[in-house]
């Protein structure tokens, strides 16, 4: 996932981008689908704290119809102990503001506890969501992150995927704790009229059905402008990260990046700032009817009291649990409109976990003839996206302890046929054999098992020095002996134990006592790794030495010939001295194969090899 990493041919869109997000095709109710699906994800993740907060959901819709009617009784209570002036009855109130107090403390309780238990669930939600959007990302392949859409797709999952399950059950809970809330307060309000309850729940509704819709329209802005979004998070990238520093300083890149950085910012404020204002404005006006159905039933009820026909005690409580109960109603139909909010966020993970990927057939772990070694027969392969094939019908077989270099200019596809080789494509046509077996017939992990391969664009691992070695081969990460041995073939021992730990020393300067390479020295260090698959019977090394001097090149291929006498290797190169070494080589342009042979053979041709050739070797004379 390396921010600034492409391929030729890969990660194109489909057609332009609308200058308007789109409708949400297939939407609407069908989108509480996911309920169930976030529920679950709540529940696999800790059912000890799910369970204590469905009991303290329970509770806390209990306790306030139960604190509004204690306090009826301490009004009422009141009341007649002015009358009687008896004792009893003044201890009698002062017993029901005890009582209010023990509910309250224990609401509070309820609240506090409540609150803890979500904390501590969010935290474990949000690592196992994550765990899941990176396990899913371990059976992608190298196509899908290089296409743009499922990028984008990928990264509207990670945004906000971690909290939205946890929100869907908080909402889930509180509609249940402001369903009891309004059943115990419908049920003391009826005893005044049903008409008051009606009013209650019809009130609510308007600005229920605005916030649902502006629901919606968010959530598709939000999926519309994820390229835009992840431009931001690029050119951040690119001001702020110590692999672009150089060159952002030099060419003197950090203002033009920072300005595209505040343009598109611009752009998204704009579009945010236009449904927060709408969104506000008509969430005040429906709003104003909470606001004209609660005093009307206010006039209503003091009405009543006035005439005598509730006492003081009613008149307190239906006040108290008119204005909770259209708190609770306005709650539930928010927490349904956040649920729906909710559903849609949701959908983009598990669109994301449910995308199809590739399954390979192969299941063998060794190839029927390890004499046959490799071969390529009429390979043809296009780039996810391009109609334009990156190799075209190239076709070659390179013995076991045979020594194969690629040669051609950049974008004539050598590095296109260590991907094939690799597994990380397959053909469009023909195919690639191991050692007498198609590749598709290999079980993956045991096919690149057999492989130690250099990339051009190798990664330079914020690791300790063994570790980045180690590596290579997992299954002997901690294995200093054999970190040695790959090291010592690749001619980096003697700066690696001139580093202050040895084997220890931190490299990059992500973390702290980290240690900078040049160019030439992590060169080595990766290909030390390769050199970590002891087992492995092919070698690739794409570009291996281009950072390093012609002397440290001259050592390293030295070492190479020695130490790999029995297995197969595959060089790329554009440094000639090194690739004349080769058994044979092939030169490639556009995909195709134009020329194959030994040195002697191809120079005495007299074609493109001996014409770049003649032409490298007249620039060291």
Known sequence: MHPHHTSKGAGRRKGPKPETPPDEPGRGLSVFRYSPKGLGLVWQTSRPLTLTLAALTVLGGVMPGAIAYVGKLIVDAVVKAQETGLEDDQWLAIAWVGLE???????????????????????????????????????????????????????RARREASSRPLSLVNRTFSIVQNTISIVTFGGLLLAFSPWAVLVLVVAGVPAFIAEAKFSGVAFRLFRWRTPETRQRAYYETAIAREDFAKETQLYELGPLFLARYRAIFKKVYGEDRALTIRRGVWGFLLGLLSTAAFYGAYVWIAIAAIADDISLGDMTMYLMIFKQGQTAFASVLQAISGM?????????????????????????????????????????????????????DVSFEVAPGEKLALVGKN??????????????????????????TDLRDWDLTALRRKLGIIFQDFVRYQLKVGENIGIGDVDHLEDRPRWERAADKAEADDFIE????????????????????????????????????????????????????????????????????????????????????????????????????????????????????????????
């Not at 309820?110 to 990302?137: H, T």
């Not at 729906?340 to 772990?365: I, V, W």
């Not at 080789?421 to 469009?428: I, M, N, Q, R, W």
Request: proline letters at 3%; zero cysteines; aromatic letters at 8%.
């Open 101 to 155: 107090a023990v509910l309250v403390i224990i609401m509070a309780a309820i609240q506090r506890g409540y609150s803890v238990a979500q904390s501590l669930l969010r935290a474990q939600l949000g690592q196992r969501v994550n765990e899941m959007i990176l396990e899913k990302a371990l059976t992608l392949e190298l196509a899908q992150f290089e296409d743009s859409e499922f990028y984008d797709m990928l990264s």
């Open 340 to 392: 729906y909010e909710d559903n849609l966020y949701l959908s983009n993970l598990f669109d994301y976990l449910s995308h199809p990927t590739r399954s390979r057939e192969g299941a063998l772990k060794a190839g029927v003839d390890p004499s046959q070694g490799l071969r390529f027969a009429n390979v043809t392969f296009a780039y996810p996206g391009s109609d334009v094939p990156a190799v075209r």
């Open 411 to 436: 974008g004539s596809g050598k590095t296109t046929i260590i991907k094939l080789l690799a597994g990380l494509y397959e053909p469009t046509e023909g195919s690639i054999s191991l050692h007498g």
């Open 498 to 621: 001139q580093l202050p730990k040895s084997y220890e020393t931190q490299l990059g300067r992500w973390f702290k006592d980290g240690r900078e390479l040049s160019g030439g020295q992590w060169q080595r260090i990766a290909l030390s790794r390769a050199f970590m698959r002891e087992d492995a019977d092919v070698l690739v090394l794409d570009e291996p030495t281009a950072a390093m001097d012609p002397d440290a090149e001259a050592k390293v291929f030295e070492h190479f010939q020695r130490h790999t006498v029995d297995q197969i290797a595959l060089l790329i190169s554009h440094r000639f001295a090194t690739v004349r070494r080769a058994d044979r080589i092939i030169v490639l342009d556009d995909g195709e194969v134009i020329e194959a042979g030994t040195h002697d053979e191809l120079m005495a041709a007299d074609g493109r090899y001996s014409h770049l050739f003649t032409l490298q070797a007249a620039g060291y004379q």
